[in-house]
């Protein structure tokens, strides 16, 4: 079962237009983490977020983290073709369980 | 500025074939973990090492076994590979924990004929 879950699935847009991808869950996590991952390589850590409300910034990439700590989203504005990757959520719930959501697949073209 | 080392990056084998992965971090973490990611699945668990001498399983560890050679090395041995292990294969470290940001390396393609 997957404790997280990602939406959208696949996300196509072009370059200059905003987007948002989601992370939910219905189980309260202690931290939350954000990926990208490209073609042909590894993930790579975007932020962590720890407290729920919290909003942390890295460049045109706005993270949200839920008040009740069970829900994550990720904003780029102005997205540009460097955007385009996997972005996977992964997280700690409360009982000690850590696992990756199934990813968003974002393409952005010029 | 290495981080984790995978090896092979690439791997055909036959059904019954038997092969070892390996994995480096030069970070001098102390957990380190086995991934595999499939379409639509993200990325799942297979064993973990929380410190040296420690291992333990993780969401789909069946057909697999790890070694945790020191706290460096962590390879992931397929003893008689099935073509539902073809995957990408990924290996992570963290420098205490699953909680903690995860590095990766780049990946093992292996396809199981």
């Known amino acids: 079962t997957q404790l997280l879950e990602q939406s959208p699935q696949f996300l196509s847009i072009q370059e200059g237009e905003n987007l948002t991808v989601y992370c939910n869950s219905s189980?309260?996590?202690?931290?939350l983490q954000w990926y990208r991952q490209e073609p042909g390589e590894g993930p790579v850590l975007l932020v962590t977020?720890?407290?729920?409300?919290e909003v942390k910034k890295l460049k045109r990439l706005t993270f949200q983290f839920g008040d009740a700590r069970k829900d994550s989203s990720l904003h780029i504005t102005a997205a540009q073709p460097g955007d385009t990757g996997l972005y996977l959520c992964?997280?700690?719930?409360?009982?000690?369980?850590?696992?990756f959501g199934a990813g968003t697949q974002v393409v952005v073209t010029p | 500025n290495a981080g984790v080392t995978q090896t092979p990056k690439f791997q055909v084998l036959k059904t019954g074939q038997s092969m070892t992965l390996q994995c480096a971090q030069d970070?001098?973490?102390?957990?380190m973990y086995w991934y595999r990611q499939d379409p639509g699945m993200g990325l799942r668990l297979i064993y973990y090492?929380?410190?040296?001498?420690t291992t333990d399983k993780g969401e789909v560890p069946n057909g697999y076994n790890v070694s945790r050679l020191n706290k460096r090395e962590f390879s992931l041995r397929l003893e008689s590979a099935a073509p539902s292990q073809t995957s990408v294969y990924f290996c992570?470290?963290?420098?205490w924990g699953d909680g903690q940001p995860q590095h990766f390396g780049d990946g093992t393609r292996l396809s199981i004929l």
């Open positions: 992570a470290s963290s420098a």
């Open positions: 189980s309260v996590f202690s931290s």
């Open positions: 977020v720890v407290t729920g409300g």
């Open positions: 992964a997280g700690t719930d409360s009982w000690g369980k850590f696992q």
């Open positions: 970070m001098n973490h102390n957990s």
């Open positions: 090492s929380a410190s040296e001498g």
